[in-house]
Each structure stands twice: as C-alpha cells, then as structure tokens.
C-alpha cells in the first residue's frame, strides 16, 4: 500500500518542487549567460563543450534527449551551428523548439552584426556568412543584448514570473555593458602601437571592435584558406614592420604557425579560451574577465 | 643520396620563388631563408586545419525556397576483371569512366507539421525517386512518423547516400540482401524516443516488399500483389547511444527485415542485423582528427520450396580523419554463399573483400577519392584485384547529415 502511495505520487508529481523551465543552449556561452538570467527557475544544458570549435561539433543522438524535453532552444544563429544543430531539430520532435515555436530563439537577431556581406557571393570567395560574422559572443555588449532578450523569451514562456527574468536579465545586461566599458578603458591606456595584433582567423571582429584594437594581418590569407607561404613571410614582414607584439586565435585553431611567427617577430600567442566553463559553474562575465586580463598580458600593459 | 639532392634543390627553388614573391614588401624587411624554412615547416604541422568557418552543411541565407544542392559523384576505374562482382547501383563497374550518379537533394519544412525531404537522382540514361518523404515535427510523446518513398532504417548504412560513404562503393552485402539501391520503397514508418535519461529509439516501418533494386530478398520482380498485411515489408529497429566522456561516443543497433518472399506461396524472408559505430574525437584536437570504427554484421533466412537458405555476412570499417583536408580508411567485407541459392546462383561459397582508401578534401563540397580493393569470391580462380579514383562535387545548401 505504501509502495502505491508513492507510487502514485511520482506518477502525479505530487509533493514534487515547481517545475523549472528547461533551456536548451548550443555553446557554452550562451548557456552561462541563460543560468545568469533564469538563476533557480532554470534548468540549463549546453550541448557543445567549451573547447570545441562550434562550427564542427557532432550531431550526437545524445542532444536529442534534452531537445526533446526543452521548453526553450537558444542557439547562436548566423548559420553558426548549421553544420549540426539542423538533423538535431528535426529528431528531437518538439514542436515548441522547432522555427517559429514560442521556445526556439535564435539570438543573432538581437546582436548588432558586423561583416555582412554586400552584393553576390558564392564559395569561390572563401568561407563567407552570409548573414554576417556570427562571432559576438567574445563581445560582452552583444553579450548583453543577448541576456536582455533571453530575458524576454522567458518571462513569456513562464509568465509568472515574468517580472524576475526581466529584472534579472536587465541586471546581467547593465553589468556586462559596465564590463565591456571597463575592458575598453583599460586597454585604451595602452598606446596605439601596442594595440596592433594579428589574428589566425577572422573570428575576432567582435572581440577587436569591443577593445579598441587594429588587426594588421590575418594569418589566413582569406577566411578559411589555409596559409601559404608567401602569405606568412608576407604577414612576418607586416609585423616587423609595425612592431605587432600579439597573435590572436582561439584554442581551437592550430598554433603552430603561429608561435614560429610569434618567435620570429618576438610576439606573444594568445590562445583565446573557446567558451565558458558552464559546466565548472563559471559565469560569462568571470570568463571575459579573465579574457581582458589575458589581453592585456598579451599587449604587455 | 638522390633524395637529399631533389630536398636541397626544392629548398633553393622554394626560398628564391618566395623572395621573389614577397619582393614588393621588401621595404618591410623581408625574412631570411632560415626563417622561411622554419615558417614553411610549421605551416607543414598546420596543414590544414584551415577551414574553420564554413558551414558543413553549406549556407543559402534564408528564405522561403528549399534548400537544394547538386552532388556529382564520377570515378575513373581500373577493374582486372571483366565481369567485376559490383553490387551497389552506384557503384564503378568497368574500366573506365563511370557516371555514378548525380543526385538532387531538396528539403524545406512544409509548415510546423511536416518536413519534406527527397533525394532525386540522375543517371545518364534516367532519373529516379530515391526518396521523397514526409516527416512530423510535432507529434506527442516522442513519436515521429515518415511517409512516402524512403530508404528504411535497417542498421546503419542502408538509410544513407552515396555521397555520406567513406568509400567509392556499396558493402556488398548490402547489394546482396536488399538490391543495388538499397532497402527503400514506398511506405510509412514511425519511431519513438522513450522518456529515457539516455538516447533510445524504437522504430517500426512498412514499406511495399517489391523490387530487384530494393527489396530482391523479398518479392523480387516488380508487382506487389497485395491481398494483406502480411504482403508488406515490416523493418523494425533498435538504436542506442552511449557518451564516454566527451571523446567517445557508441551508436549500437539492432535490425529486423520481414516480409513474403517470390519463391512459393506463404514463403517469409527474416534478415537481422546488428551495428555499431564506435567513434573517438578529442575535443582539445586543433586538427580536428577522429578515428571512427564502423561495424554491421546481416543475417538472411529464406523459406524456399522444399528448403531454408541461411546466409550471413558483413563489413567492417576504420576511418581515420586526420585532419580536415585528409582520410584514410580500410574496410573489410564477408558475405558466406548457400548452394542453390535463386538469388545468386552462383554466389555459393564465401567472399571476401578488402579495400584501402585515401580522401583529399579541398573542401568541404569537395572530395577526391583513391580506392583500392581486392575480391576474392572463391567460386571464381584468382583474387581479383581494382583501383578507383573518384571525384565528388557539392553545389547549393546541403542539409547537415545525422550523426
């Protein structure tokens, strides 16, 4: 009898807490910043690992178990994960998470997007988005933007508490902005010279706009196209010249040209951490911190 | 001796093209010889880790039309035989040029109930409908329904394309069992995924049992005479998947084909198949390698008249990534042969197969393949031996492939 009363109670969910709204995220990032926002009334999962370059991440049968179950899907957008997230969605046969559902978001659309292609392009060009540079989140003012409207899709997904996700995310929102104006303070100290980088790839846009820096050559000769070497004698050339004292790239991309480079122009390599760890419980804003401190090591304030 | 001479002399050539090359930004400085060396060989330990941006599954920007891609699939061959024992639709055939297909991909959501999705394909003398399916988005309890001329989900390979293989050509025992095309045909099929902490899928389909091309171990010719239930294919399937950590990932299946087979009147065919898919990828890895194991092991029983022909068989294949721009891969095949077979006559002892390959990916929508196998069906004298070398094109926004 007892076996059957608790039973029964599973069953119904009685005695059980109040059911949190159950986020879904692509990248690591955004689920930092989803946790920050919905704090207890959430439940979040990142499917991508921090480390993993998320343009190439596998299509696990995995992700289907939390996709099926999500009330909301957060995702990067800008083409970003179209490599992946695409067979996921269609396997996970949630109908709230699918385009055009109250719990499908994609947040490019709240991000100011930089590099959008004008006029024809096709793949003779190289590795172009067409709808733009889909790397902002290295930004924290898009970064705010994007925890303002993750807010918004939950406080109309779970009304009741409307008015805490909007408090919360309004908070998020005015302390990133706080530390994006921080960060380009403090790098604005350094003189123009000093604030010279080259980057592996054209993923930094975001990241070089935020803190006031100038790229003067990219080791990729376009994005995507692997380095020839007349292009690296030529960028080698370029940072002597200009005196660069930094490459830039994140820890996925390879690092081997790099640092020859780097020793041969007496520069630093900043390998640029791919995402938040979410999973060891840090936030967004300690991860960008750290970020602008490893930026500033790297330019030797 | 010689060997050093010709690396010396590329050195020289290399070093004075390169400043040559870079001569009009002499002003900067230009590195010494040394210097370019070390660069050219850490560019060498890069090597190609250099497309990170694309998007694999290639990117119109959005609108109201489909998503369509073409994909070309051609190969040069070099066959020993005269009568290689081919067993897939697509596959190189003879000495010589072979179009193996050009396919026509074109997907959209219909509206937020359906998907649909079909796989058109030219050959040089015809086009065929190799799948034009339906799929639900939104029904309840983790069920899923797809409907219309589709590929069945029997272990791993069989519901994929040629241009999502690892090799030039179909695992024979494919051909074998379900047809040159494959087990496909016109039906419906539902899955489910159970409320489960890990990823488990139970599916179920009906497709008509007829086809040469699609269905040979049942009713081979083309006419379905159907008077019930019991004259449909029914292909069920178990799939589930394990993450160790996140560098391994299982996929492991189980399969089962029954339907009416040609040979007399009441006559089943039963085909049970068993797969896994056993890949490790680091995740820290910046050259982005992955070494994925492929299994699938078939077995046939076929009721025939006065008889029941059992017959087994498989393949196994290792592929290495080792970065984005190369692959190699071995695959080993078995298909055992039963005497008095109506099917394969001739197919009454074992066979094995072996192939090596090598892929050069100079993109994403592109792949140049060198396949080398050898045959050996020991109802014919000599092993057999052959060497493909095919090409394969990608146009237009090609949906992103499952895992």
């Known amino acids: 009898m007892r076996f059957l009363t608790c039973l029964a109670m599973v069953l119904l969910g009685a005695g059980s807490a109040p059911a949190k709204v159950r986020v879904v995220t692509t990248l690591p990032d955004l689920a930092a910043l989803a946790a920050e926002v919905g704090g207890d009334l959430v439940d979040v999962t990142a499917l991508a690992a921090p480390s993993m370059d998320p343009h190439f991440v596998d299509a696990r049968p995995s992700f289907i178990v939390p996709l099926s179950r999500a009330d909301l899907l957060v995702y990067n957008g800008v083409e970003l994960e179209i490599g992946w997230l695409p067979p996921l969605l269609v396997n996970a046969r949630n109908s709230a998470i699918q385009a055009g559902g109250a719990g499908h978001l994609d947040v490019s659309a709240a991000v ?150 780097g020793k041969l122009a007496g520069a630093k390599v900043l390998a640029i951490r791919g995402g938040t760890r979410f999973e060891d419980g840090e936030k967004y804003s300690e991860r960008i911190r750290k970020l602008i401190s490893e930026v500033e090591d790297a330019l030797g304030r | 001796m010689r060997r050093d001479s010709i690396l010396r002399c590329r050195w020289a050539i290399t070093g004075t093209l390169l400043l040559l090359l870079i001569s009009p930004a002499a002003a900067q400085e230009p590195p010494s010889p040394d210097e370019l060396k070390e660069l050219e060989k850490s560019l060498g330990r890069d090597r190609a880790t250099a497309r990170p941006d694309v998007p694999a599954a290639g990117g119109a920007a959005q609108s109201m039309n489909p998503d369509i891609a073409l994909i070309l699939d051609a190969a040069g061959a070099w066959f020993q035989s005269d009568a290689p024992l081919q067993t897939g639709g697509h596959d190189p055939r003879e000495t ?246 109506p099917l394969d006559p001739e197919w009454d002892e074992d066979r094995h197969r072996g192939a090596l390959q090598t892929t050069y990916y100079p993109s994403h929508f592109s792949r140049v393949r060198l396949q080398g196998s050898v045959d050996l069906p020991l109802w014919r004298d000599a092993p057999e031996w052959s060497v493909v070398a095919a090409v394969e094109l990608i146009i237009g926004a090609h949906g992103a492939h499952s895992f």
Not at chain 2, 109 to 137: C, K, M, Q, W, Y
Not at chain 2, 316 to 335: C, F, H, Q, T
């Open chain 1, 112 to 261: 100011r997007r930089m590099e959008i292609p004008a006029g024809r392009i096709d793949r003779s060009m190289g590795d172009i988005h067409p709808g733009g540079n889909p790397h902002f989140l290295l930004d924290p003012r898009a970064a705010a933007r994007v925890a303002s409207v993750i807010g918004q899709r939950l406080a109309a997904l779970d009304a009741p508490h409307a008015e805490t996700y909007l408090r919360s995310a309004s908070r998020v929102a005015h302390m990133l902005d706080a530390l994006a104006r921080d960060g380009a303070e403090r790098l604005a100290r350094l003189p123009v010279e000093k604030r010279r980088i080259v980057t592996y790839h054209r993923s930094l846009t975001y990241l070089v706009d935020w803190l006031g820096l100038e790229v003067v050559a990219e080791v990729e000769p376009k994005p995507g196209i692997a380095p020839s070497p007349k292009h690296i004698a030529s960028v080698l050339s370029t940072m002597r010249a200009q005196g660069v004292k930094a490459i830039f790239q994140e820890e996925w991309y390879p690092r081997s040209t790099s640092e020859t480079l």
């Open chain 2, 96 to 341: 010589g040029f072979n179009f193996q297909q050009l396919e026509m991909f074109i997907a959209a959501s219909v509206d937020p109930i359906f998907r649909l999705e079909s796989n058109i394909v030219f050959a040089l003398f015809g086009v065929e409908v190799e799948e034009a399916f339906g799929t639900t988005l939104a029904l309840p309890w983790g069920l899923q329904a797809r409907f219309g001329q589709l590929l069945t989900r029997f272990g791993r390979k069989n519901a994929t394309h040629p241009h999502a293989w690892h090799f030039v050509d179909q695992p024979l025992m494919l051909g074998k069992v379900f047809g040159s095309e494959g087990s496909r045909g016109l039906g419906v099929e539902v899955s489910w995924i159970p409320p489960l902490p890990w990823y488990v899928e139970v599916l179920a389909s009906s497709t008509g049992a007829a086809g040469e091309c699609c269905a040979r171990s049942f009713l081979g010719g083309d006419s379905l005479d159907v008077d019930g239930l019991e004259d449909f294919l029914y292909t069920l399937g178990l799939k589930q998947f394990f993450d160790f950590g996140v560098d391994w990932s299982l996929l492991f299946g189980l399969s089962a084909q029954l339907g009416p087979n040609g040979s007399g009147l009441g006559n089943r065919t039963e085909i049970y198949g068993l797969d896994l898919y056993l890949r490790y990828r680091p995740a820290n890895s910046t050259r982005r390698t992955a070494v994925s194991l492929q299994i699938e092991a078939l077995l046939r029983a076929r009721q025939v008249p006065d008889d029941s022909l059992v017959d087994a068989g498989g393949y196994a294949e290792l592929v290495w990534n080792i970065d984005p721009s190369w692959e190699i891969g071995g695959r080993y095949e078995y298909g055992s042969g039963v005497d008095g077979d």
